[in-house]
């Protein structure tokens, strides 16, 4: 098992900045591909970020894309979001999830599934209010 849990969530003006974290904990965190998903009020779970265990590999949604940030440090278990340029439409709870690229090709470099059911552990989710 594998626990996650998100911190830094909370209400900020449109224009400005917040960095999530997800701690891990329990089993070993290695080979697991992390990736950041968001849900807002009465819509699908959408992607965001993911990136690999190596850390070399990142990728982003199109409405994230230049304003986001994914890093992930092994050493303490830990995956950030910077989020830069907020926007209201920003809005929404934000998880972290992990991914057990265990038995792919390349692994380390795998940097997550688009499908948030491709998912095997998530973390409670902390709330991100972008006010106009």
């Known amino acids: 098992q594998v626990q996650l849990v998100e911190s830094g969530g909370g209400l900020v003006q449109a224009g400005g900045s917040l960095r999530l974290s997800c701690a891990a904990s329990g089993r070993t965190f290695r080979n697991y591909a992390m990736g950041w998903f968001r849900q807002a009020p009465g819509k699908e779970r959408e992607f965001v970020a993911g990136?690999?265990?190596?850390?070399?590999?990142?990728y982003y949604s199109d409405s994230v894309k230049g304003r986001f940030t994914i890093s992930r440090y092994n050493a303490n278990d830990t995956v950030h979001l910077q989020m830069n340029s907020l926007k209201p439409e920003d809005t929404a709870v934000y998880y972290c999830a992990a991914e057990d690229a265990s038995g792919m090709e390349k692994a380390d470099d795998y940097s997550g599934s688009y499908f948030w059911f491709e998912y095997d552990y998530w973390g409670q989710g902390t709330q991100v209010t972008v006010s106009s």
């Open positions: 990136i690999s265990w190596s850390g070399s590999n990142t």
